[in-house]
Each structure stands twice: as C-alpha cells, then as structure tokens.
C-alpha cells in the first residue's frame, strides 16, 4: 500500500509569509496526526484528527496555525503569519483505529528566514 | 511536551554489540512504541508493547516493560551499521494519544 505522502518537503520563506504544509494519509486510516519536531528533539504533538473531527488540538497555537481534514482523508496544515522559531520539521502521521501504530510521512523541512 | 525520556541521549558502540536504550515516561499508559528515525526521514514503527505484558521480542529487538516504575528498555542486538539513527519512545495513554520521548541517537562503528 502506498506510505503517507507529504509536501513539500522543503519549504524557505521570509518571517510573517503565509506556508502551507499538505498530507495525504494511508487509505482507509481515520486517525491522522500532525507532529512539530525540532532539531534533535522527538516529535510534539500539534493536532490529531478522528476522521473529520479536530479531537485534540490543545498543543496548536491557534493564533497563527490552523488545520482542517476536509472529508476526512487529506489534510492541510498552515502557518500565517510564520515566524522565526516556526523553523522545525512538520511530520504528518496515520494510524487504523485501535491499532496503535503510527506511520509517517517524510516530513516538510520549513525554514523562515 | 514530551511525555517521555529517554536515556542515553546518545550511544556510540561497535558493530556487533548489543545497545540498550531505556525510556522514562510520567503517567499511566495503555502501550508504549519504540520507533526508528534515520537522519532526514520520517518515524519508522519498530514494536509495540501493551501496558499488561512485560516483554516483548521482534527479531533483534527485545522490549522490557515496567509499569510499576513506568519505565521501558529497547535492546538490538548484534547491532548493524545501518541501526545507526534515533531511536524514540512513545506513550498511548489511550484514546490513541500518541506522545513521543526526546529519543536516543544511536551510532554504530563498522
């Protein structure tokens, strides 16, 4: 089966440009997740999504990122206005329901310069 | 936040030898996964262990369990030049609520 893709897998912007990161889950997976990791650190938790339904977004700065899963499969993750210390690898991640296994995406590299 | 610690922060050993990585984590779990990240990629499953066993084995891996300390240990043995990455621990504290450890950075020397 295909893996979870993600893009771009590299993205520079200035700070206070807009960025939009994109997932497209393993078929049939309802849970999808969208993880924050910085260099050399393990992956924090940003958003996790059953189906359609934003079931935990207490970590996302709602200020200035917002997400949506529109059907319940592809989801978009956006930045506006993105700032310096938003540089950090954003790993989208899907698992079946009560299976607990994750998989992941290669991730999108963003840098704000 | 991170859920979990793991220890050593970073591990250098030889081909051949076997490495041993332990993880801390602060509440109640229903699984704990260990998980493999080669630089620049994304998280690979590696095994997964529920909160009612106490070890578990998948090839070179062998995964210790202990709820009552809430601590868990990951050992590859014989360990190969290409385990060379991070490795992370990470908690389901139910409702599939994954959180991840700060990880392990594992080199092996051929």
């Known amino acids: 089966e295909a893996g979870v893709v993600q893009s771009p897998r590299y993205k520079i912007i200035e700070k206070k440009q807009p960025v939009a990161f994109w997932c497209n889950p393993i078929s049939g997976h309802n849970t999808l997740y969208w993880y924050l990791q910085n260099l050399g650190q393990g992956p924090e938790l940003l958003i996790r999504y059953e189906n359609e339904e934003a079931v935990d977004d207490s970590q996302l700065p709602k200020d200035r990122f917002s997400a949506e899963r529109l059907k319940g499969v592809d989801s978009t993750l956006k930045i506006q206005p993105a700032e310096l210390g938003d540089s950090a690898v954003y790993l989208c991640a899907s698992s079946r329901e009560n299976t607990g296994e994750l998989f992941f995406g290669e991730g999108s590299r963003l840098t704000v310069l | ?110």
């Open chain 2, 1 to 110: 936040s991170q859920q979990g610690e793991e220890d050593p922060q970073a591990l250098s050993i030889q081909e051949g030898e076997n490495a041993t990585m332990n993880c801390s984590y602060k509440t109640s779990i229903n699984n704990l996964q260990w998980y493999r990240q080669n630089s620049g990629r994304g998280l690979v499953h590696l095994i997964l262990i529920r909160s009612n066993e106490r070890e578990k084995h998948s090839g070179r891996l062998r995964v210790t369990l202990d709820t009552s300390k809430k601590s868990s240990s990951l050992l590859i043995t014989a360990s190969r030049a290409a385990d060379t990455a991070s490795y992370f621990c990470a908690t389901d504290g139910g409702y599939q609520k994954v959180t991840f450890g700060t990880g392990t950075k594992l080199q092996v020397i051929p």
